[in-house]
């Protein structure tokens, strides 16, 4: 068996990072995954700006991946989801005991 070889991580500090709170869109065309976010803006209400539509959402980001980097985002996300539901299960028992 052989090891699956690690590529080195250059981190470039000038890379722009953006704001998520909402998936807008997701799609496969058998080549790339396209991921599409954005940022949920609400104006308060009483405000001249606030009409029937006060809340819009603005696109920040447009991912695109292939299959692989997918698969792998996949995995992480995995395993960062049961963390979270673990520790909200944690939490919830501590709760439970006071």
Do not use: W
Request: glycine share 8%.
């Amino acid at each position: 068996m052989t090891e699956r070889q690690t590529a080195q991580i250059l981190d470039d500090p000038s890379v722009k990072e953006s704001y998520v709170n909402k998936l807008v869109g997701a799609a496969f065309d058998g080549a790339c995954v396209s991921l599409t976010f954005g940022v949920a803006r609400v104006l308060p209400l009483g405000t001249r700006e606030a009409g029937a539509a006060s809340a819009t959402v603005h696109v920040t980001t447009r991912l695109a991946l292939s299959p692989a980097a997918a698969v792998d985002l996949t995995k992480s996300l995995g395993k960062m989801l049961g963390t979270l539901k673990e520790m909200a299960d944690r939490r919830l028992e501590e709760q439970k005991r006071h």
